[in-house]
């Protein structure tokens, strides 16, 4: 796929000529077999370095390839996907640009913003369904009254009436355009578009008629020529002009703001006809709509727009992958590296979205370095906009910047995106990271606005039973080319030969033949968050200066007197009921909770109850019953829905999958500790597995914290199998079978030819207090306790016992 490593790198200026830059390639892991690549004509101005990975467009003769004004594209870091609008940011400002991709999210909301993203919805709903003008007012009264953006309303304490007013302004525009392109052929606007016509690109004068809307917020990933996107409206267009007439796929991209036809915004519609080569055609022109007015402008891509687009893009890559740096110098650790140059431009600066933290790092990171130079009107500025900071808080960001920025590259290198598009998804498959071979069976449910529920089957054989769990955060892509990232969202439901996934996209427009690949979302999800975070912690306003003596200069934290001037006289007997099942450290922790007029830390060393005080405080029925299968407890009327199985180990997940499919029941959620993290079921099993007591015990057991996330997920039934002589062996179960032997909560007993230890069940109140432990004694555990047998066994012979029992009365074990 044209994708190389770079050797070397050399510039060459001969006889006066402009120079060039030479680079030595190769696409061969050994790194033999290497070709040259010439860089001229203003490429050569890409800061590609050897180790890079580059991808080439264009033609290689003899062993060299020529990018030059006129043919082929350089692609640096192709795996690097940037959109487009951090592209045509750029243009302006180079620094906003790389700051925009590392705060992302960062930019404080607006109204206007709210605006824009609901008439997008409304526009394209509309031109979708052809809905007639009357449908519109409907549809925006549905889409402002209902559910959907109450959230942000309610965050910019906006009224809905005051949105619904300023959408309604658009709503002629949005019909006058429906009115002139929407299926009228006989319409009179005429525009210029450059389109080639065998061979030759002409500037033609042509009317648009929009015949069929094929998509909305089409989003593509284009490894290709390093870029993501989500194209607003994909519009089947048929140009009529005077040499005939003629029907192309195009994009369309929306703008609620200034009617400005500016060159960020034409260079967004360029970009958008880049992706749209992944997937069919070469458009050669887009369309720009401004909402307000309903003026639609041409957007043609000429060689030299797009040729400029991708230098810029080379440069951001450039920026955001060469983020630190070790110095030549020693073995000093790693430092961050300048961000491109502040421009000299006051004004645009000023209503610049990303300032604040442009001159954040400029204060705390770039004036300690000698090399970067500030324009000198803009000096003063900084300084003015970061007084607030004290010394400590700037080393404070410029610490956690650098951690941040680390643990980013660290991850990129580790896993992300590319594996879907540089590893076949058998592979992928082998290693449990995908299911491929799949194709969309049934009918697609909206569940909730925007949320769509699809089917899909394999074509033949199994699926690999824990390859996808339910809760796993999934990208649907297409087994063909081009139809990379079609859409994200999470596993509903997997059967040996089916999973049902809750996407963000409707995938029925796709042809019912198509092959699709479900792999796991191994992307940045979430390091957006932390930057962001750190950004606000740094703003000039009292909710932050108060977080930044707290958190930065360790400013004590206050208390109140007395727990009588917070707590008001009807909860104190609720207080007395919940504050009876703590010992008197978690008691005192509990009232230093609720004094606290800042935070509380509550510190304990492992097992000392830090996770039920905590369920003390916000109140959790933890009640754990004696061990059935999740087939005694659906026999019994539980939902299968409300029943998960955890277990430390894919392959016993995959094991208790396989029988779960046995029994016809994939309903029920079997999943590792780690995707359990922050969720609970009313009832959890957890299958520890371990039946030896060698001396390779593992370290998933060992982990402290996975063992208190297992054990706490239950909200009503807790049930813990495993062997207790191996399970000793590990010391924070051992403290926990210590701890429960002590409270004389186990008892020994025999059954057929095992011996089991097992907690009675303990009532009170009609709730089950505790019950607990299933295992088998050391006697028989290397005789009979695979962990696959013992399930096996268990699971039949439950059944066996459940079917014989009465509605009320539980099999004694």
């Not at 309604?168 to 319409?187: Q, T």
């Not at 030896?692 to 593992?698: R, V």
């Amino acid at each position: 796929n044209n994708r190389y490593c770079v050797l070397e790198v050399s510039v060459i200026q001969r006889n006066g000529s402009d120079p060039e830059k030479h680079l030595t390639i190769t696409a061969s892991p050994s790194l033999e077999n290497t070709e040259l690549c010439i860089l001229r004509n203003g490429w050569e101005s890409v800061p590609v370095v050897p180790g890079d990975i580059v991808h080439l467009e264009g033609e290689c003769s003899c062993g060299t390839w020529v990018v030059g004004a006129q043919s082929g594209y350089l692609v640096l870091y192709p795996d690097l996907l940037l959109s487009g609008t951090a592209i045509s940011s750029s243009i302006r400002c180079m620094r906003r640009a790389v700051l925009s991709e590392r705060f992302r999210g960062s930019e404080p909301g607006s109204p206007q913003m709210l605006v824009g993203t609901i008439l997008h919805d409304i526009f394209q709903q509309s031109v979708t369904n052809d809905l007639a003008p009357e449908k519109v007012q409907e549809l925006a009264n549905k889409i402002v009254y209902g559910q959907k953006y109450l959230k942000e309303m309610y965050l910019l304490n906006v009224k809905q009436a005051q949105i619904m007013q300023e959408i309604e302004e658009y709503l002629p525009s949005f019909f006058k355009w429906a009115e002139d392109f929407m299926h009228n052929p006989a319409n009179q606007n005429k525009m210029q578009l450059k389109l080639s016509n065998g061979g030759k690109t002409e500037d033609v004068s042509s009317k648009i008629e929009v015949v069929d809307i094929l998509d909305i917020e089409e989003n593509i990933w284009s490894p290709r020529f390093g870029l993501k996107g989500k194209i607003d409206v994909t519009a089947r267009v048929r140009i009529h002009c005077q040499a005939g007439a003629q029907s192309r796929v195009m994009p369309l991209e929306l703008k609620s703001g200034k009617e400005s036809n500016s060159i960020e915004h034409r260079s967004q519609v360029i970009l958008y006809t880049l992706l749209s080569l992944e997937r069919r055609a070469d458009p050669e022109a887009g369309f720009l709509l401004y909402l307000k007015t309903g003026t639609m402008y041409p957007v043609s891509a000429a060689r030299m727009d797009r040729r400029e687009l991708m230098k810029l893009r080379n440069h951001v890559a450039f920026y955001l992958t060469h983020s630190t740096y070790k110095p030549d110098v020693g073995r000093q650790n790693s430092q961050l590296a300048a961000l491109p140059p502040v421009i000299d431009d006051s004004q645009t600066c000023k209503y610049c979205s990303q300032m604040h933290n442009c001159f954040l790092y400029s204060r705390a990171v770039e004036q300690k370095m000698p090399s970067v130079a500030f324009p000198a009107a803009l000096v003063p500025v900084i300084d003015r906009e970061t007084q607030h900071l004290k010394p400590s808080h700037l080393e404070y960001f410029s610490l956690w910047y650098l951690m941040l920025t680390l643990e980013l590259q660290s991850g990129e290198h580790k896993k992300g995106y590319k594996n879907i598009w540089m590893t076949p998804s058998l592979e992928r498959e082998k290693a449990g990271d995908c299911v491929g071979n799949m194709v969309r069976v049934d009918e697609v449910h909206e569940v909730s606005e925007g949320q769509y529920l699809h089917f899909f089957q394999r074509r033949n054989g199994a699926i690999p039973g824990t390859n996808l769990l339910v809760g796993d955060r999934v990208v649907v892509s297409g087994e063909e080319k081009g139809l990379l990232g079609l859409a994200t969202g999470y596993v509903r439901e997997v059967s040996a030969t089916k999973v049902s996934c809750l996407l963000g996209r409707n995938l029925s427009n796709l042809p019912k033949n198509t092959v699709f690949r479900l792999d796991h979302d191994e992307g940045d999800v979430g390091t957006g968050v932390p930057f962001k975070n750190l950004s606000k912690l740094m703003k000039d306003c009292p909710v932050s200066e108060r977080l930044r003596n707290l958190i930065i200069d360790f400013q004590k934290p206050c208390f109140i007197q007395h727990l009588s001037s917070v707590l008001p006289p009807e909860a104190k007997e609720t207080v007395a009921n919940i504050l009876k099942g703590l010992n008197k450290p978690q008691k005192q922790a509990m009232k230093q909770v609720l004094l606290s007029k800042d935070y509380t830390l509550i510190v304990g060393m492992p097992g000392t109850g830090k996770t039920t005080t905590i369920c003390a405080l916000f109140p959790k029925p933890a009640a754990v019953t004696d061990f059935f299968s999740a087939f005694s407890f659906i026999q019994a009327g539980c939902k299968p829905s409300d029943i998960g199985i955890i277990s430390p180990y894919r392959h016993q997940l995959k094991t208790i999958t396989d029988l779960m499919a046995k029994w016809k029941e994939n309903r029920v959620e079997v999943n590792t500790v780690d995707k359990y993290q922050g969720r609970d079921k009313s009832i959890i099993i957890v299958s520890f597995v371990r039946n030896s007591i060698d001396e390779n015990l593992g370290s998933l057991l060992k982990d402290w914290r996975r063992l208190n996330v297992a054990i706490t997920r239950a909200k009503h039934k807790l049930l813990m199998v495993g062997c207790v002589p191996s399970l000793c062996c590990y010391p924070p179960l051992e403290k926990l079978l210590c701890h429960l032997q002590s409270q004389a909560m186990i008892s020994f007993c025999c059954m057929l030819l095992f011996s089991y230890c097992c907690f009675h069940l303990l009532f009170k109140q009609e709730r089950t207090l505790l019950a607990a432990f299933f295992a088998n004694t050391h006697a028989y555990s290397n005789r009979f306790c695979e962990s696959q047998g013992l399930i096996k066994c268990f699971l039949n012979l439950l059944h066996l016992e459940s079917s014989s029992r009465g509605s009320r009365k539980y099999p004694q074990v």
